[in-house]
């Protein structure tokens, strides 16, 4: 008999965005993104972070004043879309823990993702995540919130 807690294909790509945030240096902030195919292979992950050559010790980290992250961080989702490296991203599937704001939203219309599937919408009140909303719904992009069947997945390196 087959194993019957196995993960779902959300499950598992919500999963690897959410280890792909694991790998950001972000003091107050970790989102990751996965950008799977319509076959569920994975095509791109990405994380919140500075761009290449941009010393994570040099630059801010800060979330107030003149610099701030802000004006350097490049989005879990926007990673993902270029660290694609080209490929078609045509009618994929990105899933993100947190809500697209309105650049990333910019950037998956004009990639042809089809259907974002987030965890949180920490900022759904924000004019920020209202614009985004209101492009990703009126170019057709799915937003679909994503409901874990399970609290947690635990990984471990010991056998």
Known sequence: MKRKDYLSWSEYFMGVALLAAKRSKDPSTQVGACIVDRKNI???????????????????????????????????????????????????????????????????????????????????????TIASKKMLQSAGVRLTAFKPKRKEITLSFEK
């Open 42 to 128: 994975i095509l791109s992950t990405g994380y919140n972070g500075f761009p290449y050559g941009c010393s994570d010790d040099v630059f801010s980290w800060d979330r107030e004043g003149e610099d701030t992250k802000y004006n350097y961080v490049v989005h879990a989702e926007l990673n993902a879309i270029l660290n694609a490296g080209g490929r078609d991203l045509k009618g994929a599937r990105l899933f993100v823990d947190l809500f697209p704001c309105n650049e990333c939203a910019k950037a998956i219309i004009q990639s042809g993702i089809s259907e974002v599937v987030y965890l949180y919408d920490k900022y759904a009140e924000t004019p920020a």
